[in-house]
């Protein structure tokens, strides 16, 4: 059975750090594209980021330089490191993997998410 | 980066009622294009993928139409099971993008 379990959300202070996790289970994340997606209270998802199966990364603008990715294959386990948290980076994180062929690619498995909150 | 507008923004049906959802990309995406259901507190949960593809599980009472700019996602007869916001999202360019989602109340 395929399960990906986040962790480390919390309340944290403006300008703060947190590491989210993303704990795989039933496929190996090395092989794989994984994203990190977030949603807002009331919005729509937001892609965040996501690190291929080769390790190359890439972030959207709204993040790049304050935001990492990355994944520890032994662990079988996706990180997004985020720095200099901004009020408007509350929202619900979740990580996904990004399932693609050459016609199509979508996200189909989803973690049950972990809530991150920026507040003073 | 392409939007995605979807209408209405919310809507009301009755069961066993035929219920139509449309997304517009602002550029072609080819059938670049996933939906998407979610229920409250949960993780979206993916029902059609490149337009018209039925992911595996789900009931074949969803489908999903269009190409381009233009795409279609029906509910042939809603179940009280169904209710939910439903989101569309592109993957033809980076970076993914959704649309702003479609309550549907029963």
């Known amino acids: 059975e395929v399960q990906l379990v986040e962790s480390g959300g919390g309340l944290i202070q403006p300008g703060g750090s947190l590491r989210l996790s993303c704990a795989v289970s039933g496929f190996t994340v090395t092989n794989n594209y994984m994203t990190w997606v977030r949603q807002a209270p009331g919005k729509g998802p937001e892609w965040v980021s996501i690190?291929?199966?080769?390790?190359?990364?890439y972030y959207a603008d709204s993040v790049k330089g304050r935001f990492t990715i990355s994944r520890d294959n032994s662990r079988n386990t996706v990180y997004l490191q985020m720095n200099s948290l901004r009020a408007e980076d509350t929202a619900v994180y979740y990580c996904?993997?990004?399932?693609?062929?050459?016609?199509?690619?979508?996200?189909?498995?989803w973690g049950q998410g972990t809530l991150v909150i920026v507040s003073s | 980066d392409i939007q995605m507008t979807q209408s209405p923004s919310s809507l009301s049906a009755s069961v066993g009622d035929r219920v139509t959802i449309t997304c517009r990309a602002t550029?072609?995406?080819?059938?670049?294009l996933n939906w998407y259901q979610q229920k409250p507190g949960k993780a979206p949960k993916v029902l059609i993928y490149?337009?018209?593809s039925l992911q595996s599980g789900v009931p074949s009472r969803f489908s999903g139409s269009g190409s381009g700019t233009d795409f279609t996602l029906t509910i042939g007869s809603l179940q009280p099971e169904d209710f939910g916001t439903y989101f569309c999202q592109q993957s033809n360019n980076s970076p993914l993008t959704f649309g702003g989602g479609t309550k549907v109340e029963i």
């Open positions: 690190i291929y199966s080769s390790g190359s990364t």
């Open positions: 550029q072609n995406i080819g059938n670049y």
């Open positions: 996904a993997r990004d399932r693609r062929s050459g016609t199509w690619a979508y996200l189909d498995y």
């Open positions: 490149a337009a018209s």
